[in-house]
């Protein structure tokens, strides 16, 4: 595949993440945006009001074949003290995440 087909395979994951947010969380649309792609840190930038309402630092990986460990390490040295998160997809499959298993055990957490 062409660096520009992966490219913008990787920034339509972005996008559409980005719009799943604001549909399913109500976030605004200028509170957040897409990370141009080759530049470096988070995958979809947020606001404070995105931010508090959805507190993850983002990578998106839209790739046949992903080195999760890799991937997750990306997004914890990204994170800048947010929760690392890392999107995935891959032809004919859905969008899935990669979350550290305490953060997730934590999301149910009653109290």
């Not at 520009?4 to 957040?32: C, E, T, V, Y």
């Not at 839209?62 to 998160?85: F, H, T």
Request: proline letters at 3%.
């Amino acid at each position: 595949m062409k660096t520009s087909s992966a490219k913008a395979k990787g920034r339509k994951l972005q996008q559409a993440f980005a719009n799943m947010l604001i549909d399913i969380l109500d976030l605004d649309f200028d509170d957040l945006e897409s990370r141009p792609m080759g530049s470096g840190g988070e995958d979809i930038i947020m606001g404070k009001q995105s931010r508090d309402k959805f507190p993850y630092s983002i990578e998106c990986k839209n790739q046949e074949s992903v080195n999760l460990w890799k991937a997750y390490d990306q997004a914890s040295k990204n994170c800048r003290g947010y929760e690392p998160l890392v999107v995935l997809k891959r032809n004919r499959s859905k969008v899935l995440v990669l979350l550290d298993a305490a953060a997730f055990v934590k999301l149910h957490n009653k109290d």
